[in-house]
């Protein structure tokens, strides 16, 4: 895989307007660009209508072509004006050869009536690099998910219900590609009975694949000049094609049909906690948040500063798309969270290999071009490399902002001792002296995750960590953050004293808790092979540090998504699938009703823990997957049990 991405070959017209040179198509009329799309595509899918009378929190738009926005963006204008502010929407869009932000706002000027909006977007506009990317527009109630790459490939990784499709891009005459049987059937597995499209063209190729999956089409007068057009809706599916198209391990599956939240409870103030509390409380959730501790983000959140550090491969896993897409995510909510960097900065990040065999990994990175220079380029040493989108963050100071909003209440010294659900419905969580019933929890203590194993076994270590702290007489000139063995940050100034942070140690099987002496001179060794100083080996007694415990899952990957019960899972699949461990099934099995779990991020959490949070929100809210179905897959709970039982045969 090669997630860097050729940005489109344009002319730009008198007008103003962007001309593809390879599709020899324009990407809307200059003359009348919004009137057509809003004929197309609002009032052929009868959207006033529909969201007049929309009685759900969410309406999901899809589109084919996402171009320079300006379907979307009319989409977004319609919807304000329909003053549906009790519901979301959603707009999902592809894009093969997506404009960089340059082209974008050159081609939004043509449009001075949705300059709010326009400028809105191009402010959380994403870096062009392959994947899914989720954009929080309008305080979140408009959310706009990107495919960046091939059509098909981007519908077949959403977990989604599109409730009306933009079947846009350029004329299928110039563009035959893309109207392939794969996304036809993209199209109906994320369609119900009910939903509608609308496209620009009336071409063959279009109206025979929408009329195979069970759509009806109906030709409608085309818009100015253009003689027609097609609009439809699926009235039924065919449940032999739906049969072939549904989930084949449904032990891995992630919905439910729990009702929509009332009062969320999350166990736990660190980074997993934090970020959750806070995506729900922006979307108008009651959220409570219950900390055995006396303070916030107690644990390995609790850092005085830490990295903005993703390990990024060159082999294409659905790890590493998870780990790309969170670092790109994290970088666009902390611009938008922290706009003027008093809890941040995205410094960069020079990565230095610690052996000949890491040399030679980021020298193939770095040939391949595996990744846009904005996210990974050579630095000034050919065996090293820079991240210019990380840096470091004040995690503990971050984790009180995020739980500062209103809707969120906080308890300290509250530990969760046990939990029971009442009918499949209410969840009852019992503390020392005090219970409460809530309709969604969330898990996020860690290493403290017991009551968790109860439902389902989670296997994970806890890492032992000291980081060091030295206060210096001024301030270092550094501009990055450098990882070598260990890391260092920039100096930061705290109460006019500058402090130089820096670590950590990476203990096995320690569970000791004080700050030990011998483990600052190990780190002041690591901060001399990046800072090299004869003086630094002298200063271990003047370092104050901090000792706490990363939670890692056994195979290295987060643990995120819907719990499980073991047994459950056990007595359905577990005759066929120790006989098979390539047995495929439709039986479903639903997870258990609203209890969650976002654990086991290590030390990648300032990284990984943003976009976690927005998947479970996703979850809980039934909307769509900021997540590809195979990175759901890698981060789901259950996917320890499913091993087991295999190995079992």
């Not at 739906?242 to 929509?260: C, D, I």
């Not at 806070?278 to 990295?307: C, F, T, Y």
């Not at 890391?487 to 500058?498: A, G, L, R």
Request: aromatic share 10%.
């Amino acid at each position: 895989m090669n997630y860097k991405l050729a940005a489109p070959n344009l002319i730009w017209k008198e007008s103003g307007a962007p001309e593809s040179t390879q599709f020899d198509d324009i990407y809307f009329d200059t003359q009348s660009g919004i009137d057509e799309t809003n004929y197309v595509f609002i009032q052929n899918n009868q959207l006033a209508q529909r969201w007049l009378e929309l009685k759900k929190t969410t309406f999901t738009i899809a589109e084919t072509g996402f171009g320079t926005g300006l379907n979307f963006l009319c989409a977004w204008d319609s919807w304000e004006k329909s003053k549906n502010d009790d519901s979301t929407l959603h707009f999902i869009s592809v894009e093969k050869f997506p404009l960089t932000k340059e082209m974008l706002t050159n081609a939004l000027k043509m449009w001075p009536s949705l300059d709010k909006l326009s400028q809105e977007l191009i402010n959380q506009y994403p870096t062009i690099c392959h994947g899914l990317h989720r954009i929080s527009l309008n305080g979140g109630k408009v959310q706009l998910t990107l495919w960046f790459g091939e059509a098909s490939d981007g519908f077949a990784a959403l977990n989604a219900n599109v409730d009306a499709w933009f079947l846009d891009g350029f004329a299928p005459s110039k563009n035959p590609d893309m109207w392939s049987d794969s996304l036809f059937k993209e199209i109906l597995r994320l369609s119900d009975v009910g939903t509608t499209f609308s496209t620009f063209t009336a071409a063959g190729i279009v109206r025979r694949g929408l009329q195979s999956t069970g759509f009806t089409v109906n030709k409608v007068k085309g818009f100015g000049h253009k003689r027609e057009m097609l609009s439809g809706v699926l009235e039924n599916q065919d449940d032999t094609f739906m049969q072939r198209m549904s989930e084949t391990t449904p032990w891995l599956g992630v919905r439910s049909s729990k009702a929509l939240p009332k009062k969320v409870l999350i166990i736990g103030s660190g980074l997993a906690g934090s970020h959750s509390a806070n995506q729900l409380a922006q979307r108008g959730v009651a959220v409570e948040v219950w900390d055995e501790k006396s303070h916030i983000a107690g644990g390995a959140s609790g850092n005085p500063q830490g990295m903005i550090y993703p390990k990024l491969a060159k082999h294409d896993t659905p790890l590493n798309r998870f780990y790309l897409a969170s670092y790109l995510y994290a970088h666009r909510f902390l611009s938008n969270f922290d706009d003027n960097k008093t809890l941040w900065n995205d410094c960069g990040l020079i990565q230095k290999p610690i052996s000949e065999l890491e040399a030679t990994r980021f020298k193939k990175i770095i040939e391949e071009e595996i990744y846009p220079s904005e996210v990974l380029r050579q630095h000034q040493d050919k065996n090293e490399y820079f991240l210019p989108l990380s840096g470091w963050v004040k995690p503990k100071e971050l984790c009180e902002k995020l739980l500062s909003h209103p809707n969120i209440q906080v308890f300290l010294d509250r530990p969760l001792r046990k939990l029971e659900q009442q009918d499949n419905q209410e969840w009852h969580a019992y503390s020392d002296d005090y219970s409460d019933t809530f309709s969604h929890i969330i898990l996020c203590q860690a290493n403290d995750s017991e009551i968790a194993d109860t439902f389902l076994e989670l296997p994970r270590t806890a890492i032992r960590g000291q980081v060091s702290s030295l206060k210096i007489k001024e301030s270092i000139e550094l501009e990055h953050v450098i990882c070598h063995e260990g890391y260092v940050s920039p100096s930061i100034k705290e109460k006019n004293q500058h402090w130089l942070h820096f670590g950590s140690t990476y203990s096995l099987k320690d569970n000791n808790t004080d700050v030990r002496l011998m483990d600052h001179r190990k780190n002041l060794e690591k901060l001399n092979q990046i800072l090299p100083n004869s003086t630094w080996v002298k200063k271990a007694e003047e370092c104050l540090g901090r000792v706490s415990f990363r939670c890692m899952a056994t195979d290295y990957t987060p643990i995120v998504g819907p719990m499980f019960c073991q047994e459950a899972l056990k007595d359905k699949y577990g005759d066929n699938l120790r006989k098979n461990a390539k047995w495929k099934s439709k039986n479903t099995i639903e997870p258990l009703s609203g209890l969650f779990i976002n654990i086991g991020h290590g030390s990648k959490g300032l990284v990984s823990t943003p976009l976690s949070a927005c998947y479970l929100t996703s979850l809980i809210l039934n909307e769509p997957s900021p997540l590809e179905r195979q990175v759901e897959k890698a981060l789901h709970p259950a996917r320890f049990t499913i091993r087991r039982i295999k190995r079992s045969s």
